[in-house]
C-alpha cells in the first residue's frame, strides 16, 4: 500500500515529455489513404498533421517513413512533408517498419525508449512495428486517431491487439496537452494554442472564444 506520508506532487514516469519519446509517422501516402474505411479520412490527415505540429513545437525527434513510395503508394502526404521540410524518410519494401534496418536505426538514434506511433493501416503497418518495438523493451503508444484500418472491425481488432501486448492507445490531443500539461509553461503556451486553433476542432474554436472574451492569455 501508497504511504501518504510519502505523496508528492511530482509526475508519473509513465507520462509522456518533450525529453522521453519519439514519433514515428508510417506510411501516411496516397495509396494507403484510399484503401482507408475505418473512420473519416479527412479527420485522420487533421489528426496526423496535429500530432506532427505538436512533435514540432516541444522539438520530440520524429521518424518518417513510407512504403514502397515509387512503385505503389506514393509519397507522403505533403502536409507532413511541410511541418518537417528536409527531413529524410525512410522508404521501405516491408510492410513490418521494424524489419527495415535504416527505420530502427532512424528510431536508436532519437534515444528514447517510448514510442509515440501513427500510421497506416493499424492492422498492418502499425501493429507490425508496435509488437516488434514492445517485443525490444521499447514503451509504445499508439495515436489512434492519426491512424486507420481497412474498416471499422480491422482498426478496433489491431488495436486491441496492441492493448494486449502492452500498447497504450492515445489521441494527438492527448500527446499535445501531456506534452504541455501546465499552461504556465509560456515558452510553448501560444505554439500549442494555436495547434489547437488550427486542428483542435470545436476545442480549437473554444479557444479562439475564450481568448477573444476572456483575454489573450485564457487558458486553454
Same mark, same amino acid.
Given at each position: 500500500m501508497a504511504d501518504i506520508a510519502e505523496v508528492?506532487?511530482?509526475?508519473?514516469?509513465?507520462?509522456?515529455?518533450?525529453? &522521453?519519446? $519519439?514519433?514515428?509517422?508510417?506510411?501516411?501516402?496516397?495509396?494507403m489513404f484510399f484503401g482507408t474505411g475505418s473512420g473519416d479520412r479527412t479527420a485522420i490527415i487533421n489528426s496526423a498533421v496535429g500530432l506532427a505540429k505538436a512533435a514540432k513545437v516541444f522539438d520530440v525527434p520524429v521518424v518518417l517513413s513510407t512504403v514502397a513510395a515509387e512503385s505503389f503508394s506514393g509519397p507522403i502526404m505533403p502536409q507532413l512533408a511541410e511541418v518537417f521540410p528536409g527531413q529524410e524518410?525512410?522508404?521501405?519494401?516491408?510492410? &513490418?517498419?521494424?524489419?527495415?534496418? $535504416?527505420?530502427?536505426? $532512424?528510431?536508436? =538514434?532519437? *534515444?528514447?525508449?517510448?514510442?509515440?506511433? =501513427? *500510421?497506416l493501416w493499424t492492422e498492418v503497418c502499425v501493429v507490425l512495428p508496435a509488437l516488434s518495438a514492445l517485443a525490444?523493451?521499447?514503451?509504445?503508444?499508439?495515436?489512434?486517431?492519426?491512424? *486507420?484500418g481497412v474498416s471499422p472491425q480491422a482498426h478496433e481488432h489491431a488495436v486491441q491487439r496492441m492493448i494486449q501486448a502492452g500498447a497504450v492507445p492515445v489521441t494527438w490531443v492527448q500527446v499535445l496537452l501531456e506534452l504541455q500539461r501546465d499552461w504556465a509553461r509560456g515558452e510553448t503556451y501560444v505554439p500549442v494554442t494555436e495547434v489547437v486553433k488550427q486542428h483542435g476542432g470545436v476545442y480549437g474554436l473554444g479557444l479562439v472564444y475564450a481568448q477573444a472574451v476572456i483575454g489573450a492569455h485564457a487558458a486553454g
Open positions: 508528492t506532487a511530482s509526475p508519473s514516469p509513465d507520462l509522456l515529455t518533450p525529453d &522521453n519519446c $519519439a514519433v514515428l509517422f508510417v506510411d501516411h501516402q496516397p495509396q524518410i525512410v522508404d521501405r519494401t516491408t510492410m &513490418n517498419a521494424w524489419e527495415d534496418p $535504416a527505420f530502427v536505426e $532512424a528510431v536508436k =538514434a532519437t *534515444g528514447r525508449k517510448k514510442i509515440v506511433i =501513427a *500510421g525490444q523493451g521499447y514503451e509504445v503508444y499508439v495515436v489512434t486517431d492519426a491512424s *486507420g
